[in-house]
């Protein structure tokens, strides 16, 4: 009985075949609840991240909020943004060579009488338009 002549060899065995159908079963089994962590270690990761940006964005709108509280702030602002003057500062308009002056407009007089108030020429609007 040293070797049987036309028997071959089987190249898979019983055991590999169940050890493989296992290992197919487990990767099947494992792999949504394995894509689920990682997803969720994503999401955890973003929100720390939004969490942070948000953070940082409410820091600077205090700041903002401390600023536009102090009355000397909002004053400059005004005058710098809306170009107010204050009763009794003087005011400089600077023009460019060959540009017109709007400080007929700016300075609420017109150039064929006296100066009128807003409510004054809001009237004048109302009567010019009906």
Known sequence: ??????????????RALVLGALIVLMIVVLASPLNRYFNSRSDASDAQRQLQDDRAKVSE??????????????QQQARNQLQF????????VV???????????TAGTDATGPAQTWNDKLWTSVKKAS
């Open 85 to 92: 003057a204050m009763p009794g500062d003087t005011v400089y």
């Open 61 to 74: 709108l205090q700041q903002q909020l401390e600023l536009w509280s102090d009355p000397g702030f909002i």
């Open 1 to 14: 009985m040293a070797g049987r002549v036309g028997v071959p060899q089987r190249a898979v065995t019983g």
């Open 95 to 105: 023009v460019d060579k060959g540009q017109e002056s709007d400080i007929d407009k």
